[in-house]
């Protein structure tokens, strides 16, 4: 386990030695991003410290990824209570842990959770600047939190790591200085390109892979029952159905009475699955429909096509590609879609294209813009002379 950093006053940086580095988590999907950047800074020699925020507390969801993927945390924060109690935790938390002393070179985080903008927030609160990992992202959509805390982002942290150039552009539009937005790719496929999973032929592809976990696409009845039309029309049409069940989903589909709904010989409903088997289940798959992000990044690297059960995405390029197709929750839509992806001349186009979310190599190019920005000493705040 790695020792605290020590205190370092704000507005300053010690460059003559190893950078101290803190990478906050908070959900699984940010485990599995921020991993790739834990291995390389370190590799790179980097002091670094990992910090679990506490937003998914289910093993399943959280606890075991960290060990899976090497990252184990050196300190793990407790939020319960409702949303509201576990939002404000998160920030106490966050303040806390800075003005505690904890106040590395840089705080490090990934994606749009609530952990983002919060633990930026506490960060700048205390001197300490913030990169930002898959920045740049922009969904257009005024009713997604993700949004909201994707945005704040932008205007706190000092270093923006876009995963595309189209992240960039946006990034560029909003008024981030270009000398501080970095284009490198997606961490999710550093993860990918060392799994050992690989892409699987057409010919040996089958079925539909399901994954649902939004507030938007399952907390309210209406919407959770066209999910659930959607899946059994997919499954009719299509299947086999293999859905994973997010904890949240399934206590929708409990509380709403909808489980029985999907008790349908097509469909196989699972508990969480491990990462691994995750990856496995994508590249086998001849189509994907989900909610998720991360997972239409990893259809588009085993080149799987996609139903995305949403009105807008932040990740365009699959759509710009025709390897994603924007459904929202309307059976009638999903399934012509998925007609005409599962289409062999499709699924070949398809499994043919080149990913366009980047290489599998973003940790290393996040380590070093990261200590040539700590070499340069270009990562203290500091104020702005009166020109």
């Known amino acids: 386990m790695n020792a605290a950093p020590r205190r370092t006053p704000a507005g300053t940086t010690r460059p003559g030695r190893a950078p101290q580095l803190t990478v906050f988590a908070g959900t699984r999907p940010e485990i599995v991003k921020l991993a790739p950047v ?14 679990a925020t506490g937003q998914h507390h289910d093993r399943r969801m959280a606890g075991a990824f960290f060990a899976d993927l090497g990252v184990p945390p050196d300190a793990a924060w407790e939020l319960a209570g409702d949303e509201a109690a576990r939002t404000g935790g998160l920030l106490a938390h966050a303040l806390a842990h800075f003005a505690a002393g904890l106040r590395p070179d840089l705080a490090i985080v990934q994606g ?7 633990v930026a927030l506490a960060a700048r609160r205390h001197g300490v600047p913030v990169a930002h990992v898959e920045a740049g992202l922009r969904s257009r959509n005024p009713l997604s939190p993700e949004e909201s805390n994707r945005t704040v982002a932008a205007g706190l942290a ?13 990034l560029l539009r909003e008024g981030v200085p270009a000398d501080a937005v970095h284009v490198v790719g997606n961490t999710v496929l550093d993860v990918l390109r060392t799994s050992g999973v690989a892409a699987v032929t057409v010919a040996r592809r089958r079925g539909v892979l399901v994954t649902a976990h939004r ?54 409903l699972l508990e969480p699955q491990p990462h691994r088997r995750m990856l496995e289940l994508t590249a086998s798959s001849a189509l994907v429909a989900t909610d998720s ?16 059960l949403r009105e807008s995405t932040p990740r365009p390029e699959g759509v710009a590609l025709g390897q994603a197709v924007l459904t929202g929750l309307d059976p009638d839509r999903a399934l012509a879609a998925a007609r005409r ?14 990913c366009p979310y980047g290489d ?28």
Do not use: S, Y
């Open 341 to 354: 992806l599962l289409d062999p001349a499709e699924q070949h186009r398809i499994a043919a294209l080149r």
């Open 112 to 118: 749009d959770t609530w952990t983002v903008p919060l």
């Open 360 to 387: 599998g190599r973003t940790g290393e190019r996040i380590a070093r813009l990261v200590l040539d920005a700590h070499r340069a000493d270009r990562l203290a705040l500091r104020e702005p002379g009166a020109a």
């Open 293 to 308: 992000g991360g997972l239409q990044e990893e259809a588009g690297w085993f080149g799987v096509p996609a139903v995305v």
């Open 158 to 170: 000092t270093l923006h790591f876009a995963p595309t150039d189209g992240a960039r552009d946006n």
């Open 38 to 51: 834990v291995h390389a800074l370190r590799a790179a020699g980097a002091d670094v410290r990992v910090v």
């Open 215 to 268: 507030p938007g696409t399952v907390d309210t009845p209406e919407r959770l029952a066209a999910l659930v039309a959607t899946v059994r029309a997919l499954a009719e049409a299509h299947g086999p159905v293999v859905f994973p069940l997010h904890p949240r989903t399934a206590d929708r589909l409990a509380a709403h009475g909808l489980r029985t709904a999907l008790e349908h010989p097509g469909i196989d």
